[in-house]
């Protein structure tokens, strides 16, 4: 993780939710595959270091929203990022998660 940045203090959830990063100017489609109201985990097809500042766009249900983001962490085509976002924000995150949040995989006894 980049210094500077403070341990999570909310889990992520697992989820899969298609939507769009914006870096230079232009947006790029991007996969969300893990999501809190602090932070995500992202899939994308571009070199991002630490400390780069992009937009994120998410539309649910109609409701669209834009807000910035820090990349945190960089790993291949994945990276982590970390937001400061305001109150409803945080309620339209809270939502996403809800909505699409993966089932945990039990594994069965023998």
Not at 15 to 36: K, M, N, R
Not at 53 to 78: D, H, P, S
Request: charged share 20%.
């Amino acid at each position: 993780m980049a210094s500077g940045f403070k341990d999570r203090n909310s889990p992520r959830s697992k989820v899969g939710i298609e939507g769009f990063y914006q870096f230079s100017a232009h947006w790029f489609p991007c996969t969300l595959h893990d999501l809190s109201i602090e932070g995500a985990g992202l899939k994308i097809n571009q070199i991002f270091v630490p400390g780069d500042l992009i937009k994120l766009k998410f539309v649910f249900r109609g409701n669209e929203r834009t807000f910035e983001a820090i990349v945190a962490n960089v790993n291949g085509t994945r990276i982590g990022v970390r937001f400061d976002v305001e109150p409803p924000t945080q309620e339209f995150l809270a939502t996403l998660i809800q909505a699409y949040q993966r089932p945990v995989n039990f594994r069965r006894q023998s």
